[in-house]
């Protein structure tokens, strides 16, 4: 008799209800922060706020998205918050010297773009050929590339934290994008599309809800592509494959040496795309703008499940992260509670990630033996 049927139903039930619990817990815990952040949070709960932390939350999803691909070969990529910054100074220094220089707004944006996403990748090719071909480990390649990268986008700020004084015209089209949305809804006038109605009343105007803003429907563009990649691909098993077992791997026929430079060139990519925007929300571009949230981006990935030690791990879960971050962060301030203490309570929340991931894993192996 096989030996799980000796096994009663309430026992199987229990199994069942703590598996659904270990794999669930993120998205609980999300629904549980909403729900208490709603009760004692004055405008919390309203459709502006929502917004807001979901705008908030696009940068550290972005590096999460990049940071998941990593994280399930074994890998871990410190550069890329500093990427963030590199991609950032570029593109606002690109279109603010094309712009004076008499180039068409439209056109300098995408010079800058353009010119911020092909640079931002170049800290990625060399972390690949450091860790993929040259065996340097992920931890030491990339915390050599975090301190090149971040000498870099100073200098090209002279040193500055910020480049700012875009000309005017610039600014407002960078804004359209960066602060704009799709859809507005508007306090007892209804939806409007593409444009916020201005000379609002203050009353009114402090209840306009941005429903789709255009740097989140960005973000769920590029994580629907990078999910369905890793989900649905070659290149996404073939990703799984080297994180399970990198010698099984290479004996199946996968080519680990471009696979690697691959995985980090796409998570330099997803940093520069959160640079970009950065420039675009703030009509500014900053070497340490995402400074912060390089810790913020692998927790994100810890949260939502990804194991740390490869093979497993979702694009969805990195994204339930980076809102769990925001979420907290955003209710933290709205009870007028010291934010340093976000710091605090994410570290907890790593903490009990990896303590669910490991329980989760022998369950698993007790039902196997069992």
């Given at each position: 008799?096989?030996?799980?049927?000796?096994?009663?139903?309430?026992?199987?039930?229990?199994?069942?209800?703590?598996?659904?619990v270990?794999?669930?817990?993120?998205?609980?815990?999300?629904?549980l922060?909403?729900?208490?952040?709603?009760i004692?949070?004055?405008?919390?709960?309203?459709?502006a706020?929502?917004?807001?932390?979901?705008?908030?939350?696009?940068?550290?999803?972005?590096?999460?998205?990049?940071?998941?691909?990593?994280?399930i070969?074994?890998?871990?990529?410190l550069?890329?918050?500093?990427?963030?910054?590199?991609?950032?100074?570029?593109?606002?220094?690109?279109?603010?010297?094309?712009?004076?220089?008499?180039?068409?707004?439209?056109?300098?944006?995408?010079?800058?773009?353009?010119?911020?996403?092909?640079?931002?990748i170049?800290?990625?090719?060399?972390?690949?050929?450091?860790?993929?071909?040259?065996?340097?480990?992920?931890?030491?390649?990339?915390?050599?590339?975090?301190?090149?990268?971040?000498?870099?986008?100073?200098?090209l700020?002279?040193?500055?934290?910020?480049?700012?004084?875009?000309?005017?015209?610039?600014?407002e089209?960078?804004?359209?994008?960066?602060?704009?949305?799709?859809?507005?809804?508007?306090?007892?006038?209804?939806?409007?599309?593409?444009?916020?109605?201005?000379?609002l009343?203050?009353?009114?105007?402090?209840?306009?809800?941005?429903?789709?803003?255009?740097?989140?429907?960005?973000?769920?563009?590029?994580?629907?592509?990078?999910?369905?990649?890793?989900?649905?691909?070659?290149?996404?098993?073939?990703?799984?494959?080297?994180?399970?077992?990198?010698?099984?791997?290479?004996?199946?026929?996968?080519?680990?040496?471009?696979h690697?430079?691959?995985?980090?060139?796409?998570?330099?990519?997803?940093?520069?795309?959160?640079?970009?925007?950065?420039?675009?929300?703030?009509?500014?571009?900053?070497?340490?703008?995402?400074?912060?949230?390089?810790?913020?981006?692998?927790?994100?990935?810890?949260?939502?499940?990804?194991n740390?030690?490869?093979?497993?791990?979702?694009?969805?879960?990195a994204?339930?992260?980076?809102?769990?971050?925001?979420?907290?962060?955003?209710?933290?301030?709205?009870?007028?509670?010291?934010?340093?203490?976000?710091?605090?309570?994410?570290?907890?929340?790593?903490?009990?990630?990896?303590?669910?991931?490991?329980a989760?894993?022998?369950?698993?192996?007790?039902?196997?033996?069992?």
């Amino acid at each position: 008799m096989a030996a799980s049927s000796s096994r009663s139903p309430s026992s199987l039930s229990k199994d069942r209800v703590l598996d659904f619990v270990a794999r669930s817990w993120a998205y609980i815990f999300l629904a549980l922060m909403v729900i208490f952040f709603s009760i004692t949070g004055r405008g919390f709960f309203s459709l502006a706020n929502f917004a807001n932390v979901l705008v908030t939350s696009t940068m550290v999803a972005l590096m999460a998205i990049g940071q998941t691909y990593v994280v399930i070969t074994a890998g871990i990529d410190l550069s890329i918050g500093w990427t963030v910054g590199l991609a950032s100074v570029i593109c606002a220094r690109v279109m603010r010297d094309a712009v004076n220089g008499g180039t068409d707004v439209g056109l300098a944006m995408l010079m800058g773009v353009g010119l911020a996403l092909l640079v931002s990748i170049i800290p990625g090719i060399i972390n690949g050929i450091l860790i993929a071909r040259i065996k340097v480990p992920p931890f030491i390649a990339t915390l050599g590339m975090f301190g090149i990268v971040r000498g870099a986008a100073f200098l090209l700020t002279d040193g500055q934290q910020i480049i700012g004084n875009l000309p005017a015209n610039l600014q407002e089209s960078l804004r359209s994008i960066g602060s704009g949305s799709l859809l507005w809804y508007v306090p007892t006038q209804g939806l409007f599309v593409l444009s916020r109605p201005t000379e609002l009343p203050p009353e009114i105007s402090r209840g306009v809800a941005a429903l789709l803003p255009y740097p989140v429907i960005i973000t769920a563009i590029v994580v629907l592509i990078f999910a369905f990649v890793l989900g649905r691909t070659r290149f996404g098993r073939h990703t799984y494959a080297i994180g399970g077992n990198q010698d099984a791997a290479v004996r199946s026929g996968i080519n680990i040496k471009k696979h690697l430079t691959l995985i980090y060139v796409l998570a330099a990519f997803t940093a520069g795309i959160a640079g970009v925007l950065h420039t675009f929300r703030f009509t500014a571009g900053a070497p340490n703008a995402a400074e912060a949230a390089l810790l913020q981006s692998v927790a994100a990935v810890v949260i939502g499940g990804t194991n740390l030690f490869g093979g497993e791990g979702k694009i969805s879960g990195a994204v339930i992260g980076a809102l769990i971050i925001n979420v907290l962060s955003n209710g933290l301030v709205i009870l007028n509670i010291n934010p340093l203490w976000q710091f605090v309570v994410v570290g907890v929340v790593i903490i009990v990630a990896v303590l669910v991931n490991q329980a989760q894993a022998a369950l698993e192996r007790l039902r196997t033996n069992v």
